[in-house]
């Protein structure tokens, strides 16, 4: 799993997606991968929808997995999905109230939504600008926007 991470990191992309696959297929945490995968590969690459399939996988794996609820919430939030993002931000701090990455990461939401040139449609807007595939998130502005 690290090995893809550096290796995406290096633009290798290709070789990064093999190795997040082997990751996937070899390990006894797969919530962790899953979400890593998710993060670190998928979002970073624009891959919304299949980025939400592995979160999701992530927390059926595992609902307590507090990088998963974390990591899932900052792409939510990014998207303008906001009452989503602050669902998986309040479990994960519940589940561990001291976790000083949710609670920063939680803090830079609250201040983006009381940013005054932030609109939540226009954000997801553009992400599936990016990723006409997503999915869910095209039916979320949908059901927004009418």
């Known amino acids: ?10 633009e290798r992309r290709d070789d990064s997606e093999a190795h997040f696959g082997t990751a996937l297929g070899l390990t006894d945490h797969p919530a962790l991968v899953h979400s890593v995968f998710a993060e670190e590969f998928l979002w970073h690459n624009s891959r919304y929808g299949e980025a939400e399939h592995h979160f999701k996988a992530a927390l059926g794996n595992d609902p307590n997995c507090v990088y998963a ?3 899932y919430a900052r792409m939510l939030a990014c998207h303008g999905r906001d009452f989503e993002a602050k669902v998986h931000f309040d479990e ?4 561990d109230p001291d976790d000083q990455h949710t609670k920063r990461s939680f803090d830079e939401f609250l201040l983006d939504l ?6 939540p449609d ?6 599936i600008a990016k990723d006409p595939n ?9 059901s927004r926007c009418g």
């Open 1 to 10: 799993m690290y090995l893809a991470i550096v290796l995406n990191r290096l």
């Open 92 to 95: 994960a701090l519940e589940i």
């Open 134 to 142: 997503h999915t869910e998130g095209i039916q979320c502005l949908n």
């Open 114 to 119: 009381v940013a005054e040139d932030r609109d």
């Open 69 to 71: 609820l974390r990591s």
């Open 122 to 127: 226009d954000c997801l807007r553009a992400a």
